[in-house]
Nanobody, 122 residues
Framework: QIQLHESGGGSVQAGGSLRLSCSASGYTDSSICIGWLRQAPGKPREIVAS???????YYADSVKGRFTISQPNVQNTVYMEMNSLKPGDTAMYYC????????????????WGQGTQVTVSS
């Protein structure tokens, strides 16, 4: 059973930065895809970024060049550095994990955290 716990959300002004952390535990296999998804009120959940073993991280077009996902040590915390934040980035951000990177991109990952709120004001 993989357990995920997010932290680092908050409120910032447009142009500001935040770093989200996802503490992951309960697995030993390095072939686990861990990602960040977000959901704004009235909008569908969408993938933001994901990282899988030693593959190149995936980013949604809307965050490329602004967000960076990293996992310094496998089986440990996954970070997402968010820079140049925009009001459109306002959402609940969820950390998720699955053996399938496709499941991650389609938002059907098996394991989910509780979420952390990010609010960006103009």
């Amino acid at each position: 059973q993989i357990q995920l716990h997010e932290s680092g959300g908050g409120s910032v002004q447009a142009g500001g930065s935040l770093r989200l952390s996802c503490s992951a535990s309960g697995y030993t296999d390095s072939s686990i895809c861990i990602g960040w998804l977000r959901q704004a009120p009235g909008k569908p959940r969408e993938i933001v970024a994901s990282i899988y073993s030693r593959a190149r991280p995936y980013y949604a077009d809307s965050v490329k060049g602004r967000f960076t996902i990293s996992q310094p040590n496998v089986q440990n915390t996954v970070y997402m550095e968010m820079n140049s934040l925009k009001p459109g980035d306002t959402a609940m951000y969820y950390c998720a994990a699955d053996v399938s990177s496709e499941a991650m991109r389609f938002g059907t990952a098996k394991y989910w955290g509780q979420g952390t709120q990010v609010t960006v004001s103009s």
